[in-house]
């Protein structure tokens, strides 16, 4: 960047601001898995807006619908008023999503990000119980608002409260104690009068770990977490925010274990081209809310609606996308495989296409990001010691555009290990 343009970020924007330190360029436009800056240097994207993206940036079909629907003079804002965006999406959500998997879920929009639809569905299951416990996991990430963070496990991002956050309890995630945990030690403390753990209102998981560190629960663990709820009068939370969509294959991520989760949390990918939008799924007697009982200003995004209504129907209609996700998310773990069993001193883990590869020296995964994006690769960190390279590409990548990606990859790491 020039002096003059890292002046303006540098004394205008605020301090808080993260991803422009790890990619220090101008991006300018984008379509499908390309970012270019605007020096006219190409980004190949293993990033998608942290899943918001999974259809690929400015994707044509999708852009098309939302062109044509702003041409009309179609409403923008509309709060949480009956439009013909909002009616078509629901329709199609129906058709297309619910009904093909049994689902017999109400739809809340509560807002335009996967928080306000989390700080949504914590409260609606204190007001549906009547109990103010919640139950999380190690490893969490659920969002940065006061809610979402007494049930993330990060210290750093915690501390940022500033304030106590209370009435929420980390459960070991499943892998967390370095065995195949059966949740014995949930169980017991659940039904034990004198544990010391108060009987809570909902249980709230990530399938997949994302910030965590790509941390994957089994499915006999997830139905197991799933029949301990429903035993005990314990509602089930699933956070699919960065996982469902079509991410870890399946529409939602929780489908390959077979289970039907209480509540559901989406947003990212939920509006199909990068607009903001979110979504809370509940099953259809736990609709106790009042009108207006937890509302928002942009809950009503309904360009939002046109996009992930054209999303759905160009992707969900048919079983084709998944199928796709699946054959490339096969093809990153054997390439990522290779890799560990070349390199040493990393580990891999992943589901569909999300995959992450583990550092043994956390400090290796900055470097290799750095690295990646100087030859034109943008991958971000997570895990607890920033110790994974998270690789979340659009689900509309071709196969080419794969072989790249993991081409810059490999070199990056072959430079780091050689390194140390």
Not at 158 to 183: C, E, K, N, Q, S
């Amino acid at each position: 960047m020039t002096t003059a343009e890292t002046t303006v970020f540098e004394t205008l924007e605020s301090n808080v601001r993260g991803y422009c330190r790890s990619w220090p360029t101008v991006f300018e436009t984008a379509r499908g898995t390309w970012l270019t800056d605007e020096n006219g240097t190409d980004y190949l994207d293993f990033f998608a807006g942290a899943g918001a993206l999974n259809y690929g940036h400015n994707n044509p079909v999708l852009k098309r619908a939302l062109i044509d629907y702003l041409v009309g003079d179609g409403i923008t804002h509309g709060l949480d008023m009956s439009t013909v965006a909002k009616r078509t999406l629901l329709e199609t959500l129906r058709e297309l999503v619910f009904e093909p998997r049994g689902l017999d879920y109400k739809v809340q929009f509560p807002g335009p990000t996967g928080a306000n639809a989390v700080e949504a569905a914590l409260k609606l299951a204190r007001k549906v119980t009547g109990r103010t416990a919640v139950l999380n996991f190690t490893n969490a990430f659920h969002g940065m608002t006061l809610g979402a963070l007494s049930v993330t496990g990060n210290a750093a991002k915690r501390a940022g409260a500033g304030v106590p956050l209370i009435h929420a309890t980390p459960m070991p995630y499943d892998g967390y104690l370095g065995v195949a945990d059966d949740l014995s030690w949930m169980r017991r403390a659940l039904d034990d009068s004198s544990s010391g753990l108060d009987r809570p209102a909902a249980v709230i998981v990530e399938t997949v770990q994302g910030e965590g560190g790509v941390n994957i629960a089994r499915a006999a663990w997830l139905r197991q977490l799933a029949e301990l709820c429903a035993d005990r009068g314990i509602l089930l939370i699933v956070d699919d925010v960065q996982m469902g969509c079509g991410r870890t294959g399946s529409f939602f991520s929780f489908e390959f274990a077979g289970i039907t989760p209480d509540i559901v949390t989406l947003s990212k990918s939920i509006g199909g081209y990068g607009l903001p939008m979110a979504l809370v799924l509940m099953k259809r007697e736990l609709d106790q809310w009042a009108p207006g009982e937890h509302n928002g200003t942009f809950r009503g995004n309904n360009a939002a609606f046109v996009t992930a209504d054209k999303a759905l129907r160009h992707y969900w209609a048919d079983g084709r996308l998944e199928a796709a996700t699946l054959a490339k998310g096969e093809r990153l773990r054997t390439s990522l495989t290779a890799m560990v069993e070349h390199f040493g001193g990393i580990t891999t883990r992943g589901r569909g296409l999300v995959h992450g590869l583990v550092f043994a020296d956390s400090s290796q995964a900055a470097k290799v990001c750095r690295i990646a994006f100087e030859n034109g690769l943008l991958v971000e960190t997570s895990g607890s010691e920033d110790e994974v390279v998270k690789l979340l590409p659009p689900l509309t990548i071709t196969d080419d555009e794969l072989t790249l990606g993991l081409d810059i990859l490999v070199r990056a790491v072959d430079i780091v290990r050689h390194a140390h």
